[in-house]
């Protein structure tokens, strides 16, 4: 009669571990038939939003080197780009990060106040502050599309040794920043 239980309870664990691991593979196989077509459309994505902080870039240093420009009118350039870029993350919310969405859209606010600054020290530091600010969206841009993971395997896979002056002094640079 044991025996006949330590069957029973044997076949019932058999037919439920095998319709468990059923289940995790199909799932899986599920997720691999999607990911390259999320991929693909993350990565557009985030090409998009790097192109457009790029831009956004070019209107910001605009606007925090031209100090004849009236404030109205420098809080004018910059509200439109931090709208585009917030307008732009709203529509992608489901592919994008929200921390980095986030971060980026708040990545160009305050460059409209450097002109107003009075002392040249100042102006200096709000506009460095959004450079960094910049600069840091697009390394989280690239960590987070998976761009920074393949060109350090790429670079490893070409042992490609690049070496100038140039590279070396920016290298110094990265490392006292770090």
């Keep these: ?3 006949a239980w330590v069957g029973v309870i044997g076949g019932l664990v058999g037919v439920l571990l095998g319709s468990g691991l059923s289940e995790f593979f199909r799932r899986s196989n599920r ?3 999607y990911a390259p077509r999320v991929f693909e459309k993350r990565m557009q994505i985030y090409e998009e939003l790097f192109r457009k902080l790029s831009n956004g870039q070019a209107v910001a240093e605009d606007v925090m080197e031209k100090h004849e420009r009236p404030a109205e009118e420098r809080h004018a350039m910059i509200s439109a780009v931090v709208l585009g870029l917030a307008e732009y993350c709203d529509a992608n919310a489901m592919y994008l990060n929200e921390e980095l969405t986030l971060h980026c859209v708040g990545t160009f606010m305050g460059a409209e106040d450097v002109a107003s600054m009075k002392s040249s020290r100042k102006q200096e530091e709000l506009a460095q502050h959004v450079r960094e600010k910049v600069w840091s969206a697009k390394q ?3 960590a987070e599309a998976g761009i920074e993971r393949l060109n350090r395997y790429f670079g490893r896979m070409t042992r490609a040794k690049l070496s100038s002056p140039l590279i070396d002094h920016y ?3 990265r490392k006292e920043k770090e």
């Design 1 to 3: 009669m044991d025996s």
């Design 31 to 33: 997720i691999e038939n």
């Design 140 to 142: 989280m841009i690239k």
């Design 171 to 173: 290298r110094r640079l």
